[in-house]
């Protein structure tokens, strides 16, 4: 199975801030990486697929990238509404695997 | 507008069975693979289940042998049938859509709750 190592596992950061999240998978996945927000009691939300393409309706403030098997999720001016937690996701292979998550709340 | 409405959730003897549905509209069932994701109480995402447009279905290796993942395309709804259920299967059980090729869940239901407890 491909593990992928989420960090951090929390932060805290202020409205404005810019924030960046790492997933590293334990083998190569090609760009078969998608990241999702998450809030309490809700499914998660498809935010960036294929490691840095933008769902539709998804404001331009997150990004995503790729360094071999390092991923980034980055949010360049935090807003209120972004407070959540954030899961990536590998679907290269079955079985389909998820980050530990990381939970960014209000500094 | 999409939806994934799931059900038959609820409270469960250790041993016992549970049969959970995914309704679906404004897309059909049958032309996407189909997923099934798990969230136990505080904790992160477990992948559980997909069928494929060809009916195959693969299980995460936690679930083997105990969950089947079916659909009936006349109702266009997914389902979960869960035997032999442990207090480790306690969670919020989602179905999600993952579109042929894209290998993303772009749409996912509101969930269900499972708890196993004696």
């Given at each position: ?13 202020s ?17 078969y990486?998608?990241?999702y927000?998450q ?15 933008l ?53 | ?44 995402l477990?992948w559980?289940?997909?069928i ?7 299980h ?13 395309n ?11 259920l ?21 749409h ?9 407890s004696?």
């Amino acid at each position: 199975d491909i593990q992928m190592t989420q960090s951090p596992s929390s932060l805290s950061a202020s409205v404005g801030d810019r924030v960046t999240i790492t997933c590293r998978a334990s083998q190569s996945i090609s760009n078969y990486l998608n990241w999702y927000q998450q809030k309490p009691g809700k499914a998660p939300k498809l935010l960036i697929y294929g490691a840095s393409s933008l769902q539709t309706g998804v404001p331009s403030r997150f990004s995503g990238s790729r360094s071999g098997t390092d991923f980034t999720l980055s949010i360049s001016s935090l807003q209120p509404d972004d407070f959540a937690t954030y899961y990536c996701q590998q679907t290269y292979s079955i079985p389909v695997t998820f980050g530990q998550g990381t939970k960014l709340d209000i500094k | 507008e999409v939806q994934l409405v799931e059900s038959g959730g609820g409270l469960i003897q250790p041993g016992g069975s549970l049969r959970l549905s995914c309704v679906v509209s404004e897309f059909t069932v049958s032309s996407n693979y189909m997923n099934w994701v798990r969230q136990a109480p505080g904790k992160g995402l477990e992948w559980v289940s997909v069928i494929y447009t060809g009916g195959q279905t693969y299980h995460a290796d936690s679930v083997k042998g105990r969950f089947t993942t079916s659909r009936d395309n006349s109702k266009n709804t997914l389902y979960l049938q869960m035997n032999s259920l442990k207090a480790e299967d306690t969670a919020v059980y989602y179905c999600a859509r993952e579109t042929p090729g894209e290998k993303n869940f772009d749409h996912w239901g509101q969930g269900t709750l499972v708890t196993v407890s004696s």
